[in-house]
């Protein structure tokens, strides 16, 4: 055999795909780079070494807003703060965009106390103001709300909320991130809270249109009619006096179904900084579809897709057709004097995507109102209860639903119910549910004088001849 001592062996670590990664910043070959320091991050995901260079070179790739979230992402975790204001203050210096520059900055000066960092900025975007304590305030309010609004267009519900909790006690007393913080309690079903805190700002000041908002969504969401309809009469009289209060207005009517209203604030708002959040194209996909514009609403839903890392929103034209499908299919289901319907129906709303987004007021008292049985079910299916019988015939319909046989309808599962009943009351053995399933679909047929044979049936849900034909007998013979 060959000598291999003087084989020199790799590590394709981290540590080789950053530092492979700097000499092709160095070489000014940024796409190559930023492959090596996307592997290097894989590798490991929070590393302070990794990240800065790494933004840098997005920004070269003219990737700023990847950039940017990738640092707000660390900054939300808690992860070296002070020191990725610096770095935001600097890319921001070098895509032009001085506000945010000089507020990142000033954050990080004030937390470092870097004199030198302060002066640079003075002379650089020739600030001057008369009292550095507000300007201050000033920046720490704005970075809050920017890294907050980040996480909440996201969907990260929960990280926004933690994000608001770790600030220095006082901020947390300014109306505006009381604002913020109402907001993310509401959207995380934290009612009490947030209406107490949201009468706290609207007994300091009755105007507060950012509290009046929260509040009359609120009121929407926990069902209290009289004092919603009465905030919302209050809503249709304010008028905004900036286009982040236009904004936050807009929004709000087009959640509450104002969609006119809704547009005629939104719509000019296109031409400004607001232009680039992802609500403003989800508000007015919403009020577009709904004023029975469909091309210009599934054009704003592709530009809210666009700016967003991931969300489990629908499009309007989607709740429709699952409302829709839940009128006209599943209602009737849950309102059949047949039991074995009901369950149908139950297992088509369980296995359903989305439905916490569809199902109506109307559909949650049917559920409430079924029998016990039913109702044990609807248990089973919305939390995951363990139980042998039930469980037996729910996988049964599982496999109905992803054969090749599903279209022949509600009739197969039905027939499937009454067979999977007809095994428990006769003491088969539950534990395998395929081969009994498989003879369930083949009786059926059979009886409706559909065409189909047992190699058939077997190769559909993967058994032996053998399974299929003793899985026949115990239903036939029961």
């Known amino acids: 055999m060959g000598d291999n001592s003087n084989i020199i062996h790799v590590k ?18 940024y796409v190559y780079a930023e492959s090596l320091f996307k592997k290097a991050l894989e590798q490991s ?24 979230e990738m ?9 070296y703060v002070t020191d990725y204001y610096f770095y935001l203050s600097q890319m921001f210096i070098k895509t032009n965009e001085p506000n945010k520059a000089f507020l990142f900055g000033l954050r990080y000066v004030t937390e470092e106390d870097d004199q030198d960092y302060f002066e640079e900025m003075i002379q650089m975007f ?30 990260r519900l929960q990280e926004a909320n933690d994000y608001i909790e770790r600030q220095r006690a006082t901020i947390q007393e300014d109306k505006h991130i009381m604002n913020l913080k109402a907001m993310s309690m509401l959207y995380n079903n934290q009612y009490e809270e947030a209406e107490a805190l949201l009468q706290t700002i609207l007994e300091d000041n009755p105007s507060d249109i950012y509290a009046l908002c929260h509040m009359t969504l609120l009121l929407y969401n926990t069902e209290q009619l009289e004092r919603f309809q009465q905030y919302l009469k209050q809503l249709s009289k304010l008028h905004p006096i900036n ?17 006119k209203p809704s547009n005629e604030l939104l719509v000019p708002l296109l031409k400004k900084a607001q232009a680039s959040m992802p609500q403003l194209h989800h508000a007015l996909s ?14 704003h839903w592709q530009k809210f897709e666009d700016s967003v890392q991931y969300h489990s929103q629908l499009p309007p034209w989607k709740i429709d057709e699952l409302k829709e499908m839940l009128d006209s299919h599943v209602l009737p289901l849950l309102k059949d004097e047949d039991y074995r319907y009901r369950l149908y129906g139950i297992f088509l709303i369980g296995h359903m995507k989305h439905r916490e987004l569809v199902m109506s007021h109307e559909l949650w008292e049917v559920l409430e109102s079924l029998p016990d049985y039913e109702r044990l079910y609807i248990t089973y299916t919305f939390q995951n209860l363990h139980l042998n019988k039930l469980g037996f015939i729910d996988k049964g319909m599982k496999l109905i639903e992803q054969s090749e046989y599903q279209h022949y309808g509600k009739e197969l599962f039905v027939s499937w119910i009454e067979h999977a009943e007809m095994l428990i009351a006769d ?6 549910v395929d081969h009994y399933v498989a003879a369930s679909v083949y009786i059926y047929l059979k009886m409706l004088n559909i065409k189909v044979t047992k190699k058939e049936i077997k190769n559909s849900f993967n058994i032996t001849t053998y399974r299929l034909n003793k899985a026949i007998d115990a239903i036939v013979s029961i």
């Open 45 to 68: 995901p929070d590393d302070f070494v990794i990240i800065p260079p790494y933004t840098e070179c997005l920004v070269e790739l003219n990737q700023t807003t990847r950039a940017e």
């Open 126 to 155: 020739e600030v001057k103001y008369d009292n550095q304590t507000v300007v201050e305030e000033e920046a720490e309010r704005f970075v809050i709300q920017h890294i907050f609004q980040y996480l909440f267009a996201n969907g």
């Open 286 to 299: 919403y009020n577009y579809y709904h004023l029975g514009f469909e091309e210009e609403a599934k054009r």
């Open 12 to 29: 394709f670590d981290k540590d080789f795909y950053y530092h492979k990664a700097m000499e092709k910043m160095r070489e000014q070959e």
């Open 427 to 432: 003491n088969e053995s539950i534990e395998q």
């Open 71 to 79: 640092m707000y992402d660390q900054i939300a975790k808690d992860n």
């Open 243 to 259: 286009d982040e209060e236009s904004f936050k207005l807009g929004v709000v009517l087009s959640y509450l179904g104002r969609h």
